[in-house]
């Protein structure tokens, strides 16, 4: 995959329970391959800023602002899965990583993960627990660089969409059982 675009951001959902789940299986270094670059790919669309990954490009979902410049929903925490899926098999900083940019993947992929989890939980949260569906995003502010928080496929901004509540619930309790850290829960 080049770097830069890409159309699909959901390589979490696509390559976590396919390739990943595969090489856990065979071994196959095609495998691991394509989930590695799967994770690569992801952490592309990683904005240090908001300390997300950005779930879409060039998309104006009803109910966004004319300013928005990145939208982030609540289900991606299970896309940045495959982030510490790769940092877990990606393998130490060695000689032919020294020629990347990024020469410790494993290191990056981690920490973009956990930031994206924390911003999440921190921006999509409710008091009481429930989430908002989107949260959208202008990096040329100076923080909290939030324009606006509502939902697409839910009833209203202020309601909780039941499917994206859930696979908040299953994101979450992910990065807790792969970071062991207790604000995940």
């Known amino acids: 995959?080049?770097?830069?675009?890409?159309?699909?951001?959901?390589?979490?959902?696509?390559?976590?329970?396919?390739?990943?789940?595969?090489?856990?299986?065979?071994?196959?270094?095609?495998?691991?391959?394509?989930?590695?670059?799967?994770?690569?790919?992801?952490?592309?669309?990683?904005?240090?800023?908001?300390?997300?990954?950005?779930?879409?490009?060039?998309?104006?979902?009803?109910g966004a602002t004319t300013m928005y410049k990145q939208l982030v929903i609540v289900d991606f925490i299970i896309n940045v899965q495959i982030l510490l899926w790769g940092a877990n098999h990606v393998g130490p900083p060695n000689a032919?990583?020294?020629?990347?940019?990024?020469?410790?993947?494993?290191?990056?992929?981690?920490?973009?993960?956990?930031?994206?989890?924390?911003?999440?939980?921190?921006?999509?949260?409710?008091?009481?627990?429930?989430?908002y569906h989107i949260v959208e995003y202008n990096p040329e502010n100076r923080p909290p660089f939030i324009n606006k928080r509502f939902t697409y496929q839910g009833f209203a901004d202020e309601s909780v969409w039941a499917r994206g509540q859930s696979w908040a619930v299953l994101g979450f309790s992910l990065m807790y059982a792969e970071t062991?850290?207790?604000e995940f829960l």
């Open 96 to 131: 032919l990583t020294a020629l990347r940019m990024d020469t410790d993947p494993a290191a990056t992929w981690r920490d973009m993960a956990i930031r994206h989890a924390r911003a999440t939980a921190k921006n999509h949260l409710r008091p009481d627990g429930t989430s």
């Open 1 to 62: 995959m080049p770097q830069g675009w890409i159309s699909q951001r959901d390589l979490g959902f696509i390559y976590q329970p396919t390739f990943a789940h595969s090489y856990s299986v065979t071994n196959s270094t095609q495998d691991l391959r394509q989930a590695l670059g799967a994770a690569e790919a992801l952490s592309w669309a990683f904005n240090p800023d908001t300390g997300t990954v950005e779930s879409w490009q060039g998309w104006l979902p009803r």
């Open 180 to 182: 062991g850290m207790p």
